[in-house]
């Protein structure tokens, strides 16, 4: 959703509640490029489609992901703009 720049959606995940355990599900692109950024595809920017999200180091990204509590807010929303 955040390369895309809201273009495509993110699909809403669902699981089955363990009381004993906690799940977390993440969907990521297979071994991304550590240098890069994560952000809105530059050839979607432009002044009628302006960026919804925030750029990010994909380092940074993948560090916020991880060490966020599971408050029910998904780590698209923090990307927001």
Do not use: W
């Amino acid at each position: 959703m955040i390369i895309t720049n809201g273009m495509y959606r993110s699909i809403e995940h669902r699981a089955t509640v363990n009381a004993q355990k906690e799940r977390l599900s993440i969907a990521t692109f297979y071994s991304p490029n550590q240098d890069g950024v994560v952000g809105p595809a530059s050839s979607l920017i432009n002044e009628e489609t302006p960026p919804r999200f925030n750029s990010i180091g994909v380092k940074d990204y993948f560090k916020g992901l991880f060490s966020r509590k599971l408050d029910g807010k998904s780590y698209v929303d923090v990307m927001r703009k």
